[in-house]
């Protein structure tokens, strides 16, 4: 694959796909649009397009499925046949779409032949210019639904044994046969035209030669129509033909010109090639949120069993649609960024499931594995989750974000409402942390969940850390909770509630950070190992030494904050052209064993490195006396926001990829792609939104 991702996409009633196939020379363009009515949840159409350099003959598959909970609920193939039918309908109700019908129609430009089984050089057992199909039956909830894969390569596994032994018995008999087969024709492996008994899920196969398109129209219809209707006719209102054609264009423009009012790269003066890379990369990223619905594997603390965890449901952006399909608690705080200066609403939607996946206690589980599907994407060892394990909080950026909202504009009392619902939750979460994560020493904190070599529970797994013992105070988790106090401290005041206890937790927070966790002989902070018979710092440079930096934790006036400016501008240590390296050039763990987190630049910190000097160092109040490294602040911001943007942008020009992490020598792409997690924040670093 070439590359394939959401060209446009809005997050809420459109988007469009491309999906280039080197291989077999297919270009596919996908797009929906989706229409609201009073009945249930709207309506929708999808239109299928391709193209090649020359016409070739593709076979398309997709498929349909309906869990059926209630008598009344059913999905039906009216009309059926023995060779294909000429036009599908699907006929169906349900208790949350009602009753409805989906049609396939192809479109007036379909460029079709007679594929007959006449044609000698192509060999099948139906018609291939009908519409082939088959009727599985899945059993309802997270076990079977989902899996349409293994059925339909076993139906086109038998079909393709089925064509060969007729070929070599009539080749065998046929009293005209050769010695040689001059020419073995193409076989067709084809779906079955059958239907199980109680079947919930039908699987349709197209053949089609390029270019080609039609539409898949989902429409309500009349409760009252009888079942099994034989009536194919698509009705005139539905989302088809010049209707989709003139509703297309119009979405196409809405989209541009919020993309330009939110995020202003016309504005800036960014180049036409530069803005398809945003409207692409950030559509890759709202495009990507899903539902997710199951139980996950659950370890309690005390219990030596696993257990599975209650069924629930998860409305979340994933990291990456292929590799990472699901729910994971450290990035979603990231995407969340981009996905709140485009829709609020959806934001807060999001933040409100994943808040409502918190347990009794407190603890909302690092990855969100709902159900069998997702379990399929995750080796078995990683499957489970223990509900002492943290993860970085980094859902509170965005309601930091909506709180500091509220304060300067006018309007915002749905996000007031937000912001006093779900600080009852923030505090529960808060105190999960303190019962759970606490250092030896009062306001110090440790991760739980080491090994040797990974804190996979921090987020940055294999950053170098000290041999895991109960001695370790991890600065990068008392930063985490210092954010936490002031953001609880600000929603509180909005919520007109008393903060004090939260400003001065956080104060005594801001001390142990100073006193405890400054390693003056590096010049930076670090962990720190509070052993009665060798106390001393663990300090490796690199992002977890300036996580109080990140989270804007150091006052502007202190000398420290020019120690920690001058490290990141040190291009012996963490400065590249490429961004900022997750760890320093000198230290002896610098790009060894797994270097995941050690070395490779990692968009999510540079984003907190912009907008804390955007937000903590550069727009501030205050002379130079009170803000003497704002200059430098300036330099390094500039500079740092110009790299990142060349080199992503570079990167994606020539490999059509947004990638995981950057190489620190030379700024390839390296992990997994496409990676339109949090590395889309470079859309809100190109309109500089923090």
Known sequence: MKSYGWTRHNGVDFGEQDILDKKFGLNLTTSFIKRSNDRFGGEWTARITGNSPSPRIYSLYFYFGAEKTKDTEFLELPIKGSKGIDSMVLDGNGEELGRYKVFVTPSETTNDFDYSPKDSSIL????????????????????????????VLGSLRRNHQKLYSNFVTKQQSSSQKKKEQEEEPAAFSTLSNQIEKNSNLFVFQKVVTTPFQFDIVFKTVDANEPRKDRNIEVP?????????????????????????????????????????????????LIGGIGYFYGRDIVKRKGKEAKEMGQEGSLFTAVPSRPFFPRGFLWDEGFHQLLVSSWDRDISMDILRHWFNRMDSQGWIAREQILGKEARSKVPEQFQTQFD?????????????????????KEGMEKEVAFLGEVLPKVQKWMRWFNRTQTGKIANTFRWRGRTENHTLTSGLDDYPRAFPSDDELHLDLISWMAV????????????????????????????????????????VYGDY??????????????????????????PTDSPRLGKILE????????????????????????????????????MNINYLVLSSLQNHYINVPGDDSQNPHREKAKKVYTKLRSNLIANVYEVWRRSGFVWEQYNPHNGDGKGSHPFTGWTALIVNIMGERY
């Open 529 to 554: 190992i509070a052993s009665d018979m060798n106390p001393r710092h663990e300090t490796h440079v690199g992002y977890i030494s300036i996580f109080p930096f990140l989270l804007g934790l150091i």
């Open 567 to 602: 490290i990141i501008s040190d291009p012996n240590q963490l400065w590249s052209s490429y961004g900022i390296l997750s760890l320093s050039k000198k230290d002896p763990f610098f790009g060894k064993d797994e270097n995941y987190w050690r070395g490779p630049v990692w």
């Open 124 to 151: 099948s057992s139906q018609d291939l210019s009908k519409v082939l199909y088959e009727g599985f039956h899945a059993k309802e909830g997270e076990d079977d639904l989902w899996n349409v894969r293994e059925k």
């Open 484 to 523: 936490a106090n002031r953001l609880m401290a600000n929603m509180s005041s909005t919520a007109g509630k008393d903060p004090t206890r939260y400003e001065e937790t956080y104060s005594k927070l801001l001390k142990v950070i100073e006193d405890v966790h400054w390693d003056e002989s590096k010049g």
């Open 388 to 408: 002492d394990y943290a993860n970085p909080p980094t859902l509170l950026f965005v309601l930091q974000r909506l709180q500091r909202m509220t304060v300067v």
């Open 236 to 284: 005139e209102d539905a989302l088809t033909g010049q209707i989709y054609d003139d509703a297309l264009s119009l979405h196409r423009k809405q989209f541009d010109d919020k993309f330009e009012e939110t995020f202003e790269l016309g504005k800036k003066g960014v180049n036409d090639a530069q803005q398809r890379f945003a409207r692409e990369t950030f559509s890759n």
